[in-house]
């Protein structure tokens, strides 16, 4: 690879989640590549992304976009088109938006895709639907919006040439949107500092995430009350009031920001993380693993990559019938979960696993395009 000229390319930069670590690797694989994204928030990721040029596209000179960039939705296109990626001969791109959509001008183009656009493909409900943003306003303004993009998304699908997609799950939603293959990477989790955790299970069961409906929050504190179980949720969002509500204070405890050393402190101590909703991948459940923590979790979706019959109870329905169930039977074979099959299961998807995995990939296709 060496004499390429090469640009990284980012949504945005707001944050530091999971697809900053993404590429936070790829960014030390590429210290001299500069980096284009829609919006910049200084300061909001580490040094090895930060200690580089990067380039904003007009978005970042809008009213309130370092905090509002979402409502400039029907102009991600627009941006995307005219982000001015010249000269290079690699472009690599980690997307969950208009990323993978940049005009490419004679570059190839690897992406790291987390996910085609959620919200206007299959969980358009999840974020703009009615019981959210209100009927009208769903119908009447995000739909057509959310038509247009998917029409963006697809037809712009073709400039990208090679597809590496965090899950397998992932992989499926890319075949069925885009009617391209994309070679399954598993993105990194930070499994160390849970390595060194010691597990003293206490008669309780952990939620952690983010409140939203997707998530099915609701699921894990209806069917701890209908069982008599303790339930400790960790996060907070939208959904938080409604959680309230429901929940009876006997069995539910609600911790909206939580710190590291807290969440360390629930993953020593819970029975089991419960995690009814469908992710493309899912770092929480890998977290747990590398703590040894067994999971109950809902069968579909990224799960299906990260845990295993040794690591996890996985159920079907997604309900709160096919939850219960699934936690009576976890309490029936508790014992037989190996903390040594947890903690290699983690170890999957680690940080340097996916760093050789990632270079390896962009060498092959490097290799094939010139071949």
């Known amino acids: 690879m060496t004499g390429l000229k090469v640009a990284l390319l980012h949504d945005w930069l707001t944050g530091y989640r999971g697809?900053?670590?993404?590429?936070?690797?790829?960014?030390?694989?590429?210290?001299?590549?500069?980096?284009y994204t829609l919006v910049h928030v200084k300061g909001s990721?580490?040094?090895?992304?930060?200690?580089?040029?990067?380039?904003?596209?007009?978005?970042?000179?809008?009213?309130?976009?370092?905090?509002?960039?979402?409502?400039?939705?029907?102009?991600?296109?627009?941006?995307?088109?005219t982000m001015g990626i010249k000269g290079y001969d690699l472009i690599i791109s980690t997307s969950h938006a208009v990323a993978k959509s940049v005009r490419k001008h004679g570059?190839?183009?690897?992406?790291?895709?987390?996910?085609?656009?959620?919200?206007?493909?299959?969980?358009?409900d999840d974020y703009f639907g009615a019981e959210l943003v209100g009927r009208l306003p769903s119908k009447l303004f995000f739909r057509p919006i959310a038509n247009a993009l998917r029409?963006?998304?697809?037809?712009?699908?073709?400039?990208?040439?090679?597809?590496?997609?965090?899950?397998?799950?992932?992989?499926?939603?890319?075949?069925?949107?885009?009617?391209?293959?994309?070679?399954?990477?598993?993105?990194?989790?930070?499994i160390g500092r849970f390595g060194r955790l010691e597990r003293k299970p206490e008669d309780f069961y952990l939620f952690f995430s983010a409140l939203?409906?997707?998530?099915?929050?609701?699921?894990?504190?209806?069917?701890?009350?209908?069982?008599?179980?303790?339930?400790?949720?960790?996060?907070?969002?939208?959904?938080?009031?409604?959680?309230?509500?429901?929940?009876?204070?006997?069995?539910?405890?609600?911790?909206?920001?939580?710190?590291d050393e807290l969440v360390n402190g629930h993953y020593e101590r819970a029975r089991a993380l419960l995690y009814p909703g469908i992710e493309d991948l899912g770092i929480v459940p890998i977290?747990?693993?590398?703590?040894?923590?067994?999971?109950?979790?809902?069968?579909?979706?990224?799960?299906?990559?990260?845990?295993?019959?040794?690591?996890?109870?996985?159920y079907k329905p997604q309900t709160v019938e096919g939850l219960k169930q699934a936690i009576l039977d976890f309490e029936s074979r508790s014992q037989t979960f190996s903390l040594e099959a947890m903690k290699q299961q983690a170890a999957k998807f680690s940080k340097e696993r996916?760093?050789?995995?990632?270079?390896?990939?962009?060498?092959r296709f490097l290799a094939t395009a010139r071949a």
């Open 19 to 35: 697809g900053e670590k993404v590429l936070e690797v790829i960014c030390e694989l590429y210290p001299q590549a500069p980096l």
């Open 45 to 81: 990721v580490p040094p090895v992304i930060e200690n580089r040029p990067i380039h904003t596209s007009f978005l970042q000179h809008m009213p309130a976009a370092k905090s509002k960039y979402r409502h400039y939705l029907p102009l991600f296109p627009a941006a995307a088109e």
């Open 107 to 124: 570059a190839l183009h690897w992406c790291f895709i987390h996910s085609p656009m959620r919200y206007v493909w299959d969980r358009f």
């Open 151 to 190: 029409a963006y998304d697809r037809a712009t699908s073709g400039r990208v040439d090679h597809f590496a997609a965090n899950s397998t799950f992932v992989a499926e939603r890319v075949r069925k949107f885009y009617g391209r293959e994309a070679e399954v990477l598993f993105a990194p989790t930070d």
């Open 212 to 259: 939203v409906p997707y998530k099915k929050a609701d699921h894990a504190v209806r069917a701890c009350a209908e069982l008599g179980r303790k339930l400790v949720v960790l996060g907070k969002g939208p959904e938080l009031a409604k959680l309230k509500r429901l929940a009876n204070p006997k069995w539910v405890q609600f911790l909206e920001t939580p710190s």
């Open 287 to 314: 977290e747990a693993s590398a703590a040894g923590l067994p999971v109950i979790a809902f069968g579909e979706g990224g799960i299906l990559d990260t845990q295993t019959a040794a690591t996890a109870v996985l």
């Open 354 to 363: 996916f760093k050789t995995r990632v270079e390896d990939s962009i060498a």
